[in-house]
């Protein structure tokens, strides 16, 4: 099992996965953080699982972000905290 | 002037603060992140830039005199806000700015291996992570002043401050509203010739300050949490017991090949053109509460502390702190994050702030993982906090 964090001034998101012959079978999460970051972590896990590291690496967070319509920068951070804490425990670059 | 008396007055200067959204009114109860603006600071602004904008100190011409003269004054101005001389204030970008620069042309020049500094562990990461740099970097030593459940430093924790070389010390907390004894503690640690630098970041919109009665060795503040704009503050320095950091216009008097002669501070801290802008605005900012008169602020806020105080003993509020405490309010509310309770506010036009508040180690402290914040100001009213608890209360 991987692990992997995402911490934003006081939310803090650590996600588990199970991969498996490069694929994703599991992700399961625990957190101390806001209503919006967990929300988040619910939606993209349930698109995610299946997915190869490739394609978790190419995928559109950010877009899927826009398009529930959050707008304000603060929240979009929380909503992506998901983001940084499996492509910490997949050893993804986002920079 | 009876602040309480004339609130609706003050108010008018404030535009902002009777902006409507969604048709409602809104609540700033953000004013330790920054303060709003009255509108002869921004008229200030506009003025400079519309009648005499050019660069200061060296211009012959009509706009660069003027500017310059404007500058000048915002820094007596500004001085004599503190009561000190305007050649010991070197204006620099915020406290930030400030502490760094004496991390770097104190410390690093006059601190040795070995030896022993002293920061508490309420102390914003400005004031905590240039030490936390500068021990690293030339092996001193670092003691923490811890704080009780009340958010003050025991007296025994005093002790620490003996032997000091350096104490690094916030005023006001910008978590628990805390006012620490920086006088007393000045007091110990100038006992074996260390030296003091404090961060007033939280205390002078709000306290009247007389710094050379405090006696620190450097003293640090920032204009936009005190009426002024972002981009402005100011480094007050004792003695001269820096060497400087920046190098480059206006510092030196004169450059040679391999040889240059600097300035007297404060210019000789002020490398590169200055936001002479800012400064000549956090001047009319010092002068707006010179009208109100800080005493009378003091004397407000007092009231408005009292009254949010009563309705935190009214629904069992839990505090980050004691109730011993300047116009900041952190909060926990068991089972809602804090960053949730923030935007129910938003919703309801309430601006707090979430979060960790740049004090980690503080949190960390006490096993919190942030802390919902309101802070307020003169500006701010009894019916705000009355809408304030109003709302507050349908999520507890």
Redesign the interface.
């Known amino acids: 099992m991987k692990e992997g964090v995402g911490i934003e001034?006081?939310?803090?998101l650590k996600v588990y996965v199970i991969v498996e012959n490069n694929t994703i079978k599991e992700i399961t999460y625990k957190a101390?953080?806001?209503?919006?970051t967990k929300e988040f972590a619910d939606f993209f896990i349930n698109k995610l699982i299946g997915l190869n590291i490739e394609e978790i690496k190419n995928f559109p967070f950010e877009k899927y972000v826009k398009e529930k319509g959050i707008k304000m920068p603060a929240?979009k951070k929380?909503a992506l905290l998901f983001k940084e804490a499996i492509f910490d425990a997949l050893g993804l670059e986002d920079f | 002037m009876n602040i309480e008396k004339h609130i609706e007055e003050i108010r008018k200067d404030f535009p902002i603060l009777n902006k409507r959204i969604n048709d409602k009114k809104i609540v700033y109860f953000d004013n330790a992140a920054s303060s709003q603006k009255p509108k002869q600071v921004v008229n200030k602004i506009k003025e400079i830039y519309e009648n005499y904008y050019a660069n200061v100190h060296r211009g012959l011409h009509y706009f660069s005199e003027k500017s310059t003269e404007e500058y000048d004054l915002a820094r007596e101005e500004i001085a004599s806000f503190f009561n000190i001389d305007k050649n010991h204030l070197i204006f620099t970008n915020n406290s930030t700015h400030g502490i760094n620069l004496v991390a770097y042309a104190h410390g690093l020049n006059y601190l040795k291996e070995g030896d022993k500094i002293v920061v508490s562990l309420m102390e914003h990461n400005s004031n905590l992570l240039p030490w936390q740099w500068l021990a690293k970097s030339k092996k001193l030593k670092v003691e923490y002043l811890h704080f009780n459940k009340e958010g003050k430093i025991p007296e025994k924790e005093f002790d620490k401050l003996k032997n000091a070389k350096f104490l690094a010390i916030v005023h006001v907390s910008n978590v628990l509203g805390t006012k620490n004894p920086v006088e007393e503690m000045i007091k110990i640690v100038h006992e074996e010739e260390g030296k003091v630098l404090v961060d007033a970041s939280q205390s002078v919109p709000h306290i009247k300050i007389n710094i050379e009665k405090i006696n620190p060795d450097f003293f640090v503040f920032t204009g936009h949490k005190m009426l002024g704009p972002t981009g402005i503050g100011g480094l007050y320095i004792k003695e001269d017991i820096m060497n400087p950091f920046f190098f480059g216009g206006d510092m030196v008097k004169d450059v040679s090949l391999g040889s240059y002669i600097l300035q007297k501070p404060p210019l000789k801290y002020e490398a590169g053109t200055p936001n002479f802008v800012g400064a000549i605005a956090l001047g009319e900012a010092i002068k707006y509460l010179k009208k109100l008169g800080i005493e009378n602020i003091m004397s407000y806020e007092k009231k408005l502390n009292a009254y949010f105080l009563e309705y935190v003993d009214k629904i069992n509020l839990n505090l980050v702190g004691g109730k011993d405490r300047e116009n900041v309010f952190s909060f926990t509310v068991k089972g809602k994050?804090?960053?949730?309770i923030a935007?129910y506010l938003n919703e309801n036009n309430i601006f707090i702030r979430?979060?960790?508040h740049c004090a980690h180690v503080l949190?960390k402290y006490l096993d919190l993982?942030?802390?919902a914040r309101a802070s307020l100001y003169f500006y701010n009213t009894f019916e705000e906090i009355d809408y304030f608890f109003e709302v507050l209360r349908r999520i507890l």
């Open positions: 001034c006081g939310d803090i101390q953080a806001s209503q919006i929240k929380k | 994050h804090h960053s949730d935007l979430s979060g960790m949190h993982n942030g802390s």
